[in-house]
């Protein structure tokens, strides 16, 4: 396993120095899932959510936060996208909702941390639009599942 890198040979924090890193085209794709009532889910895919079209703002939501992600996480350079794609996959079965983030640049380091707070956001976007009639929901399962570009090449998230 690599070595941690935001840290220095005295233990305290720093940000990574990309300098020296090429551009290239960096890709990375996220997921995560937010379990409820079958009558939250009803309402959701029926349009009758008091707040409005749930998935539509949390779309927005999620494309907003990867724009802000170095914001957010102390850490993190700030990156130009080129391109965020959101999609929301409704499992009925078991009712839930099942969030996917991309996010793409040409630079010097990856977007897995703009995939992964772009669907942290839009769940928690669904969770806040559906709160008043169940409280109970559950957001989980948030991971990397797939990446690309950089020194590191292509990993993605085992079967």
Excluded: N
């Excluded at 070595?3 to 120095?17: K, L, Q």
């Excluded at 749930?54 to 850490?75: G, Y």
Aim: glycine content about 10%.
């Amino acid at each position: 396993m690599s070595e941690f890198t935001h840290f220095d040979e005295s233990g305290r924090a720093i940000m990574v120095d990309v300098a020296g890193k090429d551009d290239t085209r960096r890709v990375a794709t996220a997921r995560g899932a937010i379990h409820m009532l079958p009558d939250t889910l009803g309402r959701i895919l029926g349009g009758q959510a008091a707040k409005g079209d749930v998935l539509a703002v949390a779309r927005i939501a999620a494309i907003q936060a990867t724009k802000r992600t170095a914001d957010l996480i102390p850490l993190c350079h700030p990156i130009a996208l080129t391109r965020v794609v959101v999609d929301f996959a409704p499992e009925t079965e078991v009712s839930r909702i099942v969030c996917t983030v991309t996010a793409e640049t040409v630079g010097k380091t990856g977007v897995e941390m703009e995939a992964l707070t772009g669907v942290s956001v839009a769940l928690l976007t669904i969770y806040d639009m559906c709160k008043a009639v169940d409280r109970g929901m559950q957001i989980g399962d948030i991971q990397l599942v797939e990446k690309q570009g950089g020194r590191s090449g292509h990993w993605r998230l085992p079967d």
